[in-house]
């Protein structure tokens, strides 16, 4: 049927490649409408997993919780970090109806800003009033008189008695930010401050436009302004004093979706360019090398329009397809060309017919065989994998028909039009590459490489206990991107948990019990819910905020008033001549008298008092708290554990380090065993890891099964299938053990790499035994060919696989390394496993 066929197409030319570019042309068109990418990570995996369904019930109830932005403004000063944070709220508040699902930022809540001080356990609360009992008098004096002469006044006042070096400290604090900051902060007399860096977090949902390519989008633009404009614009400190950052599941897979889309941009380019050059040694003829190049396109488009029209869209591993179809699908048009040399000396139509009447068979197992590698993770769960190799191996067939039919009947057009030879036999010498001498050296030496590789097979599976599988899907992204370098310093300064987990409870009365019952454990540190919005000993709190404004009543504020004496600034410089000789008196070791000499010259804040009537209303505020009931707790707060359809959520957080896999895999089974319905956090990277490494048990047994099949039913001799199948094994340790030496770990991406590896080692071990039973010995095949053809399509694919793992995207890198170390090993297990056992298959 094949015969008849390329007889067809080589009669018909131009009809049959008329017939293929309007189907190139209708499937390019489908691509630029329909080409789009899921960047989350968690639909990498079946929805039909415990798990995932526990995830998907729990953001029914708790919708906010999902497509989330975290906005991070950090800040030298509490004052400014919370200032901006306001001022931020506000502006998101104002278009929260049109770009926003949910806006939460806490501190900004009338609620806590009256009550929050309840929250504190009674000794914070006792020290948090003791402190403020101290600086009342300096704090009330201020407050009466608003201006730097009265600042300064009042310091001269409490210079005058006899300090401790507490608040002589507090006062060269004072003075240092008075001199250096455009609105001096007062954090350090209002909250004791002494960090290095103050957070805010608000936590945003945005409303998704599916109309968009990425839904998102407005949500981020506007954010991505406002965040500009107070950069810019912001009035109370230089911009080098805070930052505005944002993370998150959106902002993250927004990064992504750049990093992938300019990454495969890049990488398709790269690849492109490096299978140019390789062509161009391999073929040494313009004709050819445009003809496999223009094939190879064709293929690449008709490829990603069938993987959109099966699937709607690609996923962060999947996308990866198109550079391992470069480097992969190539060498069908490398091996057919290069063959077409054996039969130089016919007419075209001759020569083509005979190459495909002498390869085809060998490409046809050669496909297949590839294509099982990549089919082998097509049954399991692992649905990242599952679509890759789908389109992937589809995309070996799509590239074996085109070569077969295509490939020849373009040649016959170019010729007619361009009236152009071919030049046959221009490249017709196989040892212009030397690679019999490569050969004959290894074959002469078998013995010494079988030997080292035997003693490298040992240790190699002596190695298999130090492989490691990393299942922290976060470190996959791109390392670099803002948002994700975010979310690495927030996980680490504990500023969220990422191994906290969550479980829906149906009741108040059963939430309690299940706390009562996960509390005992010391695999867990804290259980939160509902309940425990309502703060403990409240009676006891209430009375001492009494007793306090018993003796310290609320602070009232007097208008700031511009005075227009004109002789205000004599008295403020004799103000600091008395400041000035105090500290040279009592306070010259702990007072800074840089300080006095740039108030001097008039160098102090623009606005002195701006965040000081800020704290004092945040103050006054705190006063008036009142007893927090059930009843009285905000819906915004409520409605983040209580669900939409009545459902409670408990947030359970963890004791120990989860990055120990041990303590890891202990707090998830005892959380699922007490509460089977457990969602997030360290269940999901726990659950998402095993079901990984089962499917890839999965797929190594398809892959090794199908193969071993499949060598029986091609090579139909049992000591030739032993000899390929010891090979395969070979290579797959080797492959272990580098990646082990290398110091590199397997993951969610590049575990595809080890089944694929059966499926390329079996093609390359074919091509060869096929070939050499046509020859009588060695040296014949060596000058065949097909060496020369299995060479370049190794130096292809090696390119197209180092360009992967040049990618920015952690995940796309891994799977581009493994796969290097898997085709090198490969080679390697060729040269030092197959060459040894030459007379168990090859003629003498």
């Not at 004052?79 to 900004?108: G, R, W």
């Not at 945003?204 to 998102?216: A, H, I, R, V």
């Not at 139509?349 to 496909?367: E, G, P, Q, R």
């Not at 000035?580 to 160098?603: A, G, H, T, V």
Request: proline share 2%; glycine share 4%; aromatic share 14%.
């Amino acid at each position: 049927m094949t015969s008849s066929l390329i007889n067809l197409v080589l009669t018909y030319p131009k009809r049959f490649i008329l017939f293929i570019l309007l189907i190139t042309l209708a499937a390019g068109c489908f691509v630029y409408k329909n080409i789009s990418v899921n960047t989350s990570n968690t639909d990498l995996l079946s929805k039909e997993l415990t798990f995932r369904k526990n995830d998907i019930a729990f953001k029914k109830e708790f919708p906010q919780f999902s497509n989330n932005i975290i906005l991070v403004i950090d800040a030298r000063k509490g004052d400014i970090a919370k200032d901006i944070a306001s001022t931020f709220y506000k502006e998101l508040k104002n278009n929260e109806e049109e770009l926003f699902s949910d806006v939460f930022y806490p501190n900004e809540l009338d609620f806590f800003k009256k009550n929050g001080i309840l929250y504190l356990s009674v000794e914070e609360l006792e020290e948090r009033l003791d402190d403020m009992a101290n600086y009342q008098p300096f704090i009330t004096r201020l407050s009466n008189d608003q201006t730097l002469y009265g600042l300064l006044n009042t310091i001269n006042l409490f210079l005058s008695a006899d300090l401790n070096d507490s608040y002589v400290n507090q006062i060269n604090k004072l003075l240092k930010n008075l001199t250096e900051q455009k609105s001096l902060t007062w954090g350090n007399i209002f909250s004791l401050e002494n960090e290095l860096n103050y957070r805010e977090i608000i936590y945003l949902q945005p409303k998704l436009d599916y109309s968009k390519f990425f839904p998102s989008e407005s949500s981020l633009i506007f954010l991505e302004k406002k965040i500009e404009n107070i950069k810019t614009n912001y009035k109370h400190t230089d911009s080098k004093n805070f930052n505005i950052r944002l993370t998150g599941t959106v902002p993250m897979e927004q990064d992504e979706l750049n990093t992938l889309g300019g990454g495969a941009k890049k990488g398709i380019t790269i690849s492109l360019i490096l299978v140019f050059i390789f062509l161009l040694y391999a073929f040494k003829n313009s004709i050819y090398l445009f003809a496999s190049f223009f094939t190879l396109l064709i293929g690449l488009i008709w490829t990603t329009s069938s993987a959109l029209f099966f699937f709607n869209e690609l996923n962060l591993i999947s996308i990866a397809f198109a550079i391992l179809f470069i480097g992969l699908g190539i060498d069908f048009s490398i091996h057919y060309l290069l063959r077409t040399y054996e039969f130089s000396s016919k007419e075209i139509n001759d020569f083509l017919f005979l190459t495909n009447k002498s390869i085809t068979n060998a490409l046809l197992l050669t496909a297949i065989a590839i294509a099982i590698g990549f089919f082998s993770f097509a049954f399991t769960s692992f649905q990242g994998l599952a679509q890759l190799g789908i389109i992937a191996g589809t995309g070996m067939f799509i590239s074996l028909f085109l070569t077969l039919f295509f490939l020849p009947s373009f040649l016959i057009l170019i010729k007619k039009i361009f009236n152009k030879s071919l030049d046959k036999k221009q490249n017709n010498n196989s040892k212009s590459f030397q690679f019999v001498n490569f050969m004959t050296f290894f074959k002469n030496n078998s013995n010494t490489f079988f030997t080292i590789s035997t003693i490298f097979l040992l240790f190699s599976i002596f190695n298999l206990k130090n492989i490691k599988f990393h299942n922290n899907p976060l470190e996959l992204r791109n390392q670099q991107s803002t948002s994700v370098a975010t979310m690495n310093e927030l996980i680490k300064d504990r500023s969220l948990n990422p191994n906290s987990v969550d479980i829906l409870v149906k009741n108040i009365s059963e939430g309690i019990k299940l706390k009562s019952n996960l509390s005992f454990s010391d695999k867990i540190k804290e259980v939160n819910f509902i309940e425990d919005l309502v703060p403990q000993n409240q009676d006891e709190k209430l009375e001492i905020i009494n007793q306090f404004k018993t003796f310290f009543p609320e602070i009232k504020m007097n208008e700031a008033v511009i005075i227009k004496e004109t002789n205000i600034k004599k008295k403020e410089d004799e103000l600091l001549i008395n400041i000035e000789n105090k500290i040279n008196e009592k306070y010259k070791s702990l007072i800074n008298l840089s300080y006095i000499k740039k108030l001097k010259e008039r160098k102090f804040s623009e606005d002195i008092f701006y965040f000081f009537r800020e704290n004092i209303s945040n103050f006054n505020n705190s006063l008036k708290a009142e007893k927090i009931l059930k009843e009285n707790i905000p819906e915004s707060l409520k409605s983040r554990y209580v669900g939409i359809n009545g459902a409670i959520r408990m947030e359970i957080i963890p004791f120990e380090n989860l990055n120990n896999q041990r303590n890891k895999k202990e707090f998830v089974e005892y959380v699922y065993k007490n509460a089977p319905n457990v969602s997030g956090g360290a269940f999901t990277t726990y659950e998402a890891g095993k079901t990984i490494i089962s499917s890839f048990k999965e797929a190594m047994t398809i892959s090794i099964f199908l193969t071993t099949l499949f060598l029986f039913i091609t090579l139909r001799n049992l000591r030739k299938v032993f000899i390929v199948f010891i090979n395969l094994i070979a290579a797959l340790l080797f492959s272990l053990s580098f990646l082990s030496l290398f110091g590199l770990n397997l993951n969610f991406a590049n575990i595809i790499a080890l089944p694929l590896l059966f499926g390329l080692g079996a093609a390359t071990s074919i091509q060869t035994i096929l070939r050499t039973e046509k020859f009588k010995t060695l040296d014949d095949y060596f000058n065949s060919t097909t060496p020369r053809a299995i060479i370049f399509s190794l130096l292809t694919t090696l390119g197209t696989f180092f360009v992967l793992s040049l990618s920015s995207h952690v995940g796309t890198s891994s799977m581009g390394k493994l796969l290097i170390i898997s085709l090198f090993s490969i080679f390697l297990a060729n040269l030092t496993i197959l060459i040894p056992l030459e007379k168990y298959f090859f003629k003498k």
